[in-house]
Structures are given as C-alpha cells and as structure tokens.
C-alpha cells in the first residue's frame, strides 16, 4: 500500500506522541518534529507508510538518545495480556468454533497499537476483547484459510505488537505447531514485538520464533535480513498480523492471509471496510 | 498565543481538506501539501496559528489558482443562518436576558469554522443553537462586558466567519449602533466574512462595516491596513470574535472581550476550560 496524503497529519501527530514518550525535553520534542516535516516533504509516496514510519522512528530514537522507549509499555502489555491468557484459552477451549475465536481474540489484541493510540487502559482492552467474540467478523476467506493450512508445511506469522502475541499465541496453539515460526522485529521500534518480548510471553517455549533483522514497523523485505529473505522466500504460507504488515505486504504475491483490526480511514479504504473492523483476508495470490 | 506542536498534525489536515476543496487535480493537493511541510519545518513557532494558516492558504490559492474557494460554502452559510434568523431574533427578544441570549447565539454561529470542520449540514447547526441557549455558559466577565459597553465610544467587533456573522447580527442589535463598528477580513481566507458577507447579510444597513485589508484568519496587525491600525488603535473596546482573533489577539493588552467556542484542545487549555466550551472572556487589559 502506498503513502496517502491522508497519512501525513497521522505521521507527525505519532511523531509528536512518540517523542514526548521518549523524552521530556521540549527542545528536542521541536527538533525531532521539524525533522519529520522535512523528511516528509521530500519523501517518496509510493512507499509504503511503514517505510516513513521506520525513518521517524529511528529519528526519534536517534535525537532524544533512547534506542527502545517503549520498553516499559510493552512490558505492560505483556503483562496485561498474560493475565488475561487462561480466562481467553478457555473460552477458546469451549468455544462451537475454537479457530475462529482465537482469530478473533488474535485481532482483539491488535488493538494494542501504540502507533495508532498512545494510552490505553486495562478496562479498554477487556472491553475490546469482550465485544471481539460476537462482533461480526468478515470470514468469508475462513475456509480457504483453514484448507491452507491443512495444506501448508512451511508456515511464518508475522508477529505485530508486544502484548497483542499473547492473543495471538491462543491462535498459533491450535495451529499444527511443527510447522508455525513466528517472526518478530530484529529491532525495537514502537512497541513492535521482538524477541525479549516472544521469550517474555512464554511463546519460545511453545514454538519456533526468529527475528526478521528490520526496526520497520512492518514487513519491508529489503530492510531485513538476507536470512529472513530467504526464508520469507521458502515459506508456503505467511498468515501477517495487523496493519504495518497489511501496509507492507498487501501487493505481494506470496500466499498471506492478513489478520488485522482496521484502526485508520486509509487502510480501510484500502481494504473497502469500516474502520473498527475485524479483518481475516487472503492476499492477491 | 504562540503556535504548539499540536497545532501542526492539525495545520496538515486543514492543508489536505482545503486543498481538495479548492481543486480536484491530485498533483496538485500533492504539491501544496509537500510546500506546507516545508513551510512548517521552518515555521518561528513564537508566531501566532493563524500567521502559518494565512501563508498556508495564499499558497492553496496560489498553486491552485483560486482566489476565493470557499465562495460557494461562504454562500450557502450564510443563507442558512439568514433562513433562521427572524425566529433567533424573536428568541432573543422575548428571553429574559436577551444580551445573554444573542451572546449565547452568537458563540453557536462560531461553529461555523471551516478551518475546523470542513462539512457541516444544517441539522448539526441548528442543534447547536438549540442547545446554546441553555448550554453551560462562563459569565464570570458578563457584567463588566457589559458595563465597558456602556462606557466606551468606539467599540470595534471583529467578525469571524460568513454565516456566523448572522449570529453575530443578533448581538449587535442589541448594542448601541451609534458606537459600533464591525470588522471583516479583506481577502477571503477560509471561510472569513469579508464586506461581500456583510453586504449579502444586511449588516452594511444597520452599522458600519469596515475592513481590515489583511487576508490572515485572525487579526494580525502587522498585516492589516495602516488604516484599520489606525482605527485600532483609536478604539477603546474590542470584541473579538472567534479562535482566530483569539489566538492572534490574547496577548494584546487592549480592551478586548473575546467571544468564541473552543473547538480545539491547544485552545481549550490556553483558556483553562474544555473544548466546546463557551467563552465569553476578557483580555489582558
């Protein structure tokens, strides 16, 4: 997907949010926001938006001198979503249908995006997460979906934010596991999901999980590493969590499914829904 | 009141909404977004909003090669604040404090600010004034409004926007006519009455009506007339109507009451109150 003009006010209201996360010097809260305004009006808009968001965080990181600001915070969701772990497992346990309810907890928990909303509290994600079990749910791909997976014998998930791969673990469990690596971000950025973050919930110790090289806020091929490359190349099937990886990948031609709640106008134009909606959509394979 | 980095996503929206408006070629919103961008990087934040706002809008005009874009809006608002007047009128008159009551009106036409909302249908207007008639109100300063009223000779009231300037009809009728003189922009920006407004609504036939030769949405001084200056200078009470002369006249130390509805949070917390709140509030005199 490339960069709309309607990304522009959502890049620097993100950037002035983040910076002030950062750091509590005004001064460099100003000189990280004139940064962006500059890079911005010369950026090239048929990149992806990740690929801007990967340049304005690194910026961020840069000036205000902290290389994971947002270590706390997903330390938090972790631990928020852990909490919330075997009360969900057993709804999905006694659920009619188990793998649709854990998609569906899987997109609840895509609503902790700190790139899209700064704060959010405990009651908002229960809420979220309550209302994600019966809210109506495009799953017109659902059994084509599910043949895949029967059919795949390599499979990636693109993992998205910290404390969002807790939901997501109730969907990989029911996955054939020996065929599942979960992918996280080689780098921090946002509260994107890295590898502390995949030991920290326990989703190590339940299958494989490698880091793809990049601090993209997304899946950028070509900012990660060749061995990620190579491996993004021989897998059969991708299933790509949340918008950053919808942002990055939805023109590829490789077999994806996308799992996303839509929290911004432009992506759901894009994919010609509602913003607030739970999406499960195969790619253009 | 100096610009803040809140001010700036908000700055891009405004750019990218008016920008459509003005034309339908893409290339264009394109370019003109691109020159804002770099026109904000190195924006002197210790300007006022609407001196960025004034030059954003000569460039939209310029690139787009469209004097006054907001012609058709300007229009149709002010036929929809006339087609209600005469039942505002009677509402004022027949209230038990009818200087309240058209301050109250007058503050519910301010939401027709197209800097802040492009779209606005005349169900939502009309809610407005409904509820503004009982709506919270702060009339810690009405008393003294109204006793500088009463005292002074020259009382100039800076209009804000077309339709909104219906409202503000209702106010000045109730004030001494002899004493006032109404203010409007000299070249279209945004929305901002200029004299065709006033002349289209009636106000040239019941008060004076001058204009301030300055295209900025607000009053900046500096870019008005030397005339209006001078009068200006010359007057011994203001009322200023809107965000715009709020955010360009709170520092002054002249005899102003400012009256407005704070439609946006960088505005809310410079005045200690909410946004939507109505303001009726002296100046720093």
Redesign the interface.
Known sequence: MKIY??C???F??QT?ESARLTTDDELV??SI??EV??L???MD?DQSPPAIGQQIHRLIRSLAGNDDPYRTLKEKYNIMAMRLYSELAKKVRESINPIESAIRLAIAGNIIDLGVKTSLNESEVEDIIRKSLYQAFDNTDFDEFCGEIDKARDILYLADNAGEIVFDRLLIELLPLEKITVVVKGYPVINDATMQDAEFVGLTAITDVIDNGSDAPGTILETCSQRFQARFEQADLIIAKGQGNYETLSNSSKKIFFILKTKCPVIAKDLSCDIGTMVLRKGRF
Chains 1, 2 share one sequence.
Do not use: G, N, W
Request: glycine share 0%.
């Open positions: 003009l309607d522009i006010p959502c620097l209201r002035i809260h100003e926001t004139r305004l500059r911005t009006a010369e808009m």
